[in-house]
């Protein structure tokens, strides 16, 4: 039992390029979400799924686009990275009922030059 | 916007000693979690309370939540160098379509 995975682990992009970061679950979890985390920011919410084939904006939606194709599988797209994009991404999966306690995978740390 | 508001932003103790920590937030909650994050690594849930719960323990862990002051405060007794983290509340308004709201989150250091 893995809990939450995420690929990769390290990133490095130059302005203008595009990756996408995968996060993976083996849970049953219904719901996924995606957030970054900044020095003294706390986390903010990028997209989140309620659902496979379902997906949402969170508080920071801009620059990035996700899909939820399968029920344990979030990706996470960045179509021309920025620096401002330079973070720690962390993907997290909850049940959707009751605590909704959220599990999160160990974080990608991207940088963009 | 931030809801979850930690205070202090930095907390060093002295190994045994006790370390609290508080939150406060702005809106109704379904309830309140706390979670810890070690330097490098994801988060993980400690404890929950819910809004009808003033008061909840989990072994060296305690928590309150005052619902008409908005405020959350983690008790971490008799600490250890092991317990040096964050620590994050977040706030679940426990609606469809709404979503956790993470503070900023207080860093302890336990010196030893």
């Known amino acids: 039992n893995a809990g939450v995975t995420q690929t990769p682990k390290f990133r490095v992009l130059k302005t203008g390029q595009s990756m996408t970061l995968l996060c993976a679950q083996d849970m049953n979890h219904e719901y996924m979400y995606w957030y970054r985390q900044d020095p003294g920011m706390g986390l903010r919410l990028i997209h989140y799924s309620v659902g496979e084939g379902t997906t949402a904006k969170g508080e920071v939606p801009d620059g990035y686009n996700v899909s939820r194709l399968k029920k344990q599988n979030f990706l996470l797209g960045l179509e021309s990275a920025a620096p401002s994009q330079t973070s720690v991404y962390f993907c997290?999966?909850?049940?959707?009922?009751?605590?909704?306690?959220?599990?999160f995978g160990p974080g990608t740390r991207l940088t963009v030059l | 916007s931030q809801q979850g508001e930690e205070d202090p932003q930095a907390l060093s103790i002295q190994e045994g000693e006790n370390a609290t920590m508080n939150c406060s937030y702005k809106t109704s909650i379904n309830n309140l979690q706390w979670y810890r994050q070690n330097s490098g690594r994801g988060l993980v849930h400690l404890i929950l309370i819910r809004s009808n719960e003033r008061e909840k323990h989990s072994g060296r862990l305690r928590v309150t939540l005052d619902t008409s002051k908005k405020s959350s405060s983690l008790l971490i007794t008799a600490s250890r160098a092991a317990d040096t983290a964050s620590y994050f509340c977040a706030t679940d308004p426990g609606s469809y379509g709404q979503n956790f709201v993470f503070g900023p989150g207080t860093r302890l250091s336990v010196l030893p």
């Open positions: 997290a999966s909850s049940q959707s009922q009751g605590s909704r306690e959220q599990f």
